[in-house]
Nanobody
Framework: QVRLVESGGGVVQPGGSLRLSCAASGFTFGRYGIGWFRQAPGKEREGVSCINDSTGPTWYADSVKGRFTISRDNAKNTVYLQMNSLKPEDAGVYYC???????????????WGQGTQVTVSS
């Protein structure tokens, strides 16, 4: 059974940082790209970043380039999203999913986990 659990969200002031984690199980993790997506209240879900099945390459939405860094630890079946210089518009629920990065930033259909909430507020 494919399972992904997001964690690491929280409340941070503008300019602050968070590191999100996506722990995966139930599939051969190292063979799949993993995408991060987010959804703000009243807005559609959007692609944030993606990392291929190896240590790279990576993809980023224009809005987060230079501020966010995606990485993965295949030994731990975990993908990370380091978010720096956070802005209020980065707030939302962040989700991860197995993903073909060639499709980025198209949001995939299917089941989603609970996500992790990111709030950026002074």
């Amino acid at each position: 059974q494919v399972r992904l659990v997001e964690s690491g969200g929280g409340v941070v002031q503008p300019g602050g940082s968070l590191r999100l984690s996506c722990a995966a199980s139930g599939f051969t993790f190292g063979r799949y790209g993993i995408g991060w997506f987010r959804q703000a209240p009243g807005k559609e879900r959007e692609g944030v970043s993606c990392i291929n099945d190896s240590t790279g390459p990576t993809w980023y939405a224009d809005s987060v380039k230079g501020r966010f860094t995606i990485s993965r630890d295949n030994a731990k079946n975990t993908v990370y999203l380091q978010m720096n210089s956070l802005k209020p518009e980065d707030a939302g629920v962040y989700y991860c999913a197995p993903y073909f990065c060639s499709e980025f930033p198209t949001v995939p259909s299917g089941n989603w986990g609970q996500g992790t909430q990111v709030t950026v507020s002074s």
